[in-house]
């Protein structure tokens, strides 16, 4: 089970990451972050880290490089000097600099192009936690690994951006046939509704020699952007899906019993003492990627029993 000092973490880094948000086109100090953590600024570096992976600084340049990123994106041709005093840089060539070291090419290159490239994604614990409370029930069931969290969230008619594999049945299988740089060109997807997920697709979904797991990212049904080259784009039904969340773990070493231990609970889980039923051709299930911070996340599609909605 996870202990309360781990929690105190975890809402301390989200509080830093809100202040940064709110304050992305200010000078921002450590000192600001620590009074926004609530602890002192060296526990505040430390803990940011720990959770993270990345300095509060490091974080807060790529977040406002990327913010940067999509102004450059959206159209006008904003003069590349506005954009980096905009973000708190000091200057042109300190910006391009690190533009470069980001994302591989000059800003005013950036500029001029129309499909997504790899942007820093940031862990929003906050997003995660927002989007499950829009769901409308609540539940919990005990695996080995603690408490699993399980809770049902509308889904609305929308598109899903993807790329298929061959044979792919799960994750590992993917990344050998077509390689994990899909998560970081799906992340680059301004107008994507969620995170990038792998995805078991429904048969109706799965085109003939291709796999039934894909990696893929939700955009608005109106969505008429640039598709990157080797994808594709489908249309997906409003549909109800059952997300489960396992707890954090701390020790990336202890990931896959984690997810075995899920999994036993998923597979014995009972959706119909809670008026559903499973409905895996109205929806692909899908993965989040596994943070440690926030458990493993799986979601199946369902449908209300004795309900046509």
């Given at each position: 089970m996870i202990v309360t000092e781990r929690w105190d973490k975890i809402a301390a880094v989200r509080r830093m990451q809100d202040y940064m948000e709110d304050n992305l086109q200010k000078p921002?100090?450590?000192?600001?972050?620590?009074?926004?953590?609530?602890?002192?600024?060296w526990q505040s570096s430390r803990v940011f880290k720990e959770i993270t992976g990345k300095t509060p600084f490091d974080y807060l340049r790529s977040l406002r490089l990327s913010k940067a990123a999509e102004v450059l994106r959206a159209g006008g041709r904003p003069k590349v000097i506005d954009v980096a005093f905009d973000f708190v840089f000091d200057s042109?060539?300190?910006?391009?600099?690190?533009?470069?070291?980001?994302f591989g090419e000059s800003p005013k290159k950036y500029s001029r192009k129309s499909e997504p490239v790899?942007?820093?994604?940031?862990?929003?614990?906050?997003?995660?936690?927002?989007?499950?409370?829009?769901?409308?029930?609540?539940?919990?069931?005990?695996?080995?690994?603690?408490?699993?969290?399980?809770?049902?969230?509308?889904?609305?008619?929308?598109?899903?951006?993807?790329?298929?594999?061959?044979?792919?049945?799960?994750?590992?299988?993917y990344c050998e046939e077509v390689g994990c740089d899909t998560w970081e060109i799906l992340s680059g997807i301004k107008e994507a509704m969620y995170e990038p997920a792998g995805m078991w697709l429904p048969k109706s979904?799965?085109?003939?020699?291709?796999?039934?797991?894909?990696?893929?990212?939700?955009?608005?049904?109106?969505?008429?952007?640039?598709?990157?080259?080797?994808?594709?784009?489908?249309?997906?039904?409003?549909?109800?899906m059952m997300v489960f969340q396992g707890e954090p773990y701390e020790d990336d070493e202890k990931f896959g019993d984690a997810i075995e231990d899920f999994?036993?609970?998923?597979?014995?889980?009972?959706?119909?003492?809670?008026?559903?039923?499973?409905?895996?051709?109205d929806a692909p299930r899908f993965q989040l990627e596994p943070q440690g911070y926030r458990g493993y996340i799986e979601a199946r599609p369902v449908r209300t029993i004795n309900s046509d909605k």
């Open positions: 921002i100090s450590l000192s600001q972050l620590a009074k926004a953590a609530g602890y002192s600024q042109h060539e300190g910006f391009s600099r690190a533009f470069f070291r980001q790899k942007i820093f994604m940031p862990e929003r614990i906050r997003d995660y936690y927002l989007n499950l409370q829009k769901g409308d029930v609540q539940m919990t069931d005990k695996g080995k690994t603690g408490t699993v969290f399980v809770q049902v969230v509308e889904r609305p008619r929308r598109k899903l951006i993807l790329k298929r594999g061959v044979k792919a049945s799960h994750y590992f299988d979904m799965v085109k003939p020699g291709t796999s039934t797991y894909v990696m893929g990212v939700e955009v608005a049904a109106d969505f008429s952007g640039a598709i990157p080259e080797g994808f594709e784009i489908i249309e997906l039904p409003p549909c109800k999994w036993e609970v998923m597979k014995r889980y009972k959706p119909t003492v809670y008026g559903f039923e499973w409905a895996d051709a």
